[in-house]
């Protein structure tokens, strides 16, 4: 290994042992502090988040290697300024869905002490087939996005450090796993905020770099101009309208059917700080987004004349051309970041689930000799199922597939096309009943997978969208059909 | 931040208020897609640039930056109230005794 990159190995593991005590310290620090039961604490943290935590890890978990090396990438070398237009469409998804989920399920899951939206949805629909179908869906697409990001991270480290993949995977896949394993929810959101915090720092730094590198604007356009046509056009570049269009869906609104974001809404302590977290993170996602794509399309006047594998190795290289390589290194724990924010928020929610949702509610039922077994062993059962899913992800990604940012979308728009209309049609629809939410999430996510499978694209519309569409039909059709008698009256006083 | 007191709701008022937070947020949203789809489209092609990003960009995504920045501000001052959340209602705590650490050592109830 050169010097140069010994020396961002060693900033990156630096990185990672630090995550890894604070993580560690300040959940085992918490957890004596706190007098929940032991599924509030390790699955929500007894809900105690600030307003600070809570918009850092909305952010940290819904931002993930596609903001910082994907998406960037694929600004420079192909999509120019269309693909800022798009990363600026997240920019209402934090104030979204703290504004709409937020107060609602902080109400409905300190009511009925669930601490995933599983729990929230049997809550307001009383259907064990509902939970069990959304369980087991949101499990194998959070698997999936888990796998992206490993990938991302994998292929990034060994990009930058020249070391094998499998080695690269390993150095950062244990640490997030064993964290998250280990110190729970806690340790998950607190590392999310310092995951945060380097986000930023990680992009003023590439934004300071290269616009010394570009020398002035002027020339950068010149230069952009004969490298990427049609860099400066929103419909010039390769994304059709239609396609543009859906991402408002995809990235924008959809982000309400995403379970890993919307279960942060049961784990803040109070009704002040969801507000600071809504313009808090607003205005991180802005920074982030805007400063991560706009420079990652002005750095393609730095190295016109390049060619690349794939858009993801474009930013690392870029990076280490423009940044002295002790910065480089400390950029590159930004979108390091970026994967262990998301992957540990998705195991420790895959986890509950698992635990608390599907073992617990039907493997242990109510025998009372099972229920005694199983909270006597709870601590150590949710270690483990952790411990297990981090390392089925991990084997998963070692034989690795094509590119990082749609296999991520994929995934994606299921959850949404599964999770939107339950969640957000529960929140309004008062004939919204069990079968209209089953239907909805079935027609959702088959709407989803064939237009997607079949690639049927009317104007380009991005397959969410039709997820959605006819989600919502379903929904709101299957509930006024079957809905005679209004809802039962411990949801109607739970849930309104 | 201008702090707002926190009130004392019944339920009934609680869901009341989140609905009408819950509309607001979503008219907000709504604004901030119609400038975003609307200037990026409507002023994409003119050939000028403010330092370094091309006019319909920065009018379309920096100004939906900043008024959704505004917009929340606007919401929280407003129309969002700060109340409380409620107690939390052990499900389980009734019959088991999961106050444990992750270190497998138990801890004594407290209830």
């Known amino acids: ?496 | 931040m201008k702090e707002k007191e926190v009130l004392k709701l019944t339920d009934e008022e609680k869901h009341k208020q989140m609905l009408k937070e819950i509309k607001a947020t979503f008219v907000l949203i709504l604004i901030v897609a119609a400038w975003h789809i609307g200037f990026g489209f409507g002023l994409n092609g003119i050939d000028i640039m403010i330092l370094g990003m091309p006019l319909w960009f920065f009018v379309s995504t920096i100004g939906a930056f900043v008024i959704s920045v505004v917009g929340v501000i606007i919401l929280l001052k407003f129309v969002f109230v700060n109340f409380e959340l409620g107690d939390e209602m052990d499900e389980e705590s009734l019959s088991d005794i999961d106050n444990q650490t992750t270190s497998g050592k138990e801890v004594a109830l407290d209830e």
């Open chain 1, 1 to 496: 290994m050169s010097k140069n990159q010994i020396i961002m190995l060693s900033v990156l593991v630096i990185y990672l042992v630090a995550n890894f005590v604070i993580g560690m310290v300040v959940s085992k620090k918490e957890e004596k502090k706190s007098s929940m039961s032991f599924t509030k604490k390790y699955f929500i943290g007894s809900r105690g988040m600030n307003g600070l935590v809570l918009a850092m890890t909305t952010v940290a978990t819904y931002t993930s290697v596609s903001s910082f090396v994907s998406g960037p990438g694929a600004a420079g070398l192909t999509y120019g300024f269309s693909q800022v237009w798009v990363s600026g469409v997240q920019i209402g998804a934090a104030f979204l869905m703290l504004g709409v989920l937020g107060k609602k399920f902080a109400v409905v899951s300190r009511k009925t002490g669930a601490v995933t939206v599983a729990g929230y949805l049997k809550a307001r629909y009383k259907s064990d087939a509902l939970v069990i179908l959304t369980t087991l869906l949101m499990l194998v697409f959070f698997i999936t996005q888990m796998i992206a990001q490993f990938m991302g991270g994998a292929t990034l480290i060994e990009t930058v450090t020249g070391m094998p993949y499998w080695v690269s995977l390993v150095i950062f896949a244990v640490v997030v796993i064993l964290y998250t394993a280990f110190g729970g929810f806690t340790a998950v959101v607190i590392t999310d905020t310092i995951q945060g915090v380097i986000m930023l720092i990680g992009t003023f730094l590439f934004v300071f770099y290269v616009i010394r590198g570009i020398g002035d604007f002027d020339t950068m356009k010149v230069t952009m101009d004969a490298t990427l046509p049609g860099w400066d056009n929103l419909t010039g570049s390769g994304y059709a309208p239609g396609t543009l269009l859906s991402f408002w869906v995809l990235v924008g609104v959809g982000v309400l059917g995403l379970p890993q974001t919307a279960v942060r809404g049961m784990g803040f302590k109070d009704t002040r700080s969801c507000h600071r977290a809504m313009l808090i993170g607003t205005i991180v996602v802005g920074v982030l987004m805007i400063g991560m794509h706009t420079a990652g399309v002005w750095a393609r006047a730095i190295v016109p004349e390049e060619t690349f594998a794939s858009s993801d190795y474009f930013i690392p290289t870029v990076v280490q051309k423009i940044m002295p390589v002790g910065v480089a290194g400390l950029f590159l724990a930004a979108p390091m970041a970026a994967v262990m924010s998301t992957v540990s928020s998705l195991l420790i929610l895959a986890s509950a689930s698992i635990v608390k949702d599907l073992w617990r509610t039907y493997i242990v039922k109510d025998n009372p000799a099972k229920v005694e077994r199983f909270n006597r062993h709870l601590s150590k059962t949710s270690l483990v199922v952790t411990l297990l899913i981090g390392i089925l992800v991990f084997v998963l990604t070692l034989t690795p597939p094509d590119i990082i940012f749609w296999v991520n979308l994929f995934a994606m728009g299921g959850l949404e096309s599964c999770f939107f209309w339950p969640i957000v049609g529960g929140i309004f629809y008062k004939k919204g009943n069990k079968q209209a939410a089953i239907a909805s999430s079935v027609i959702g996510v088959v709407t989803y997978m064939v237009s997607y499978e079949f690639g049927i694209t009317i104007f380009n519309i991005n397959s969410v969208v039709w997820g959605i569409l006819f989600g919502g039909i379903t929904y709101f059709l299957v509930g006024a059909l079957t809905c005679k008698h209004g809802l039962d009256k411990d949801v109607l006083d739970t849930c309104f």
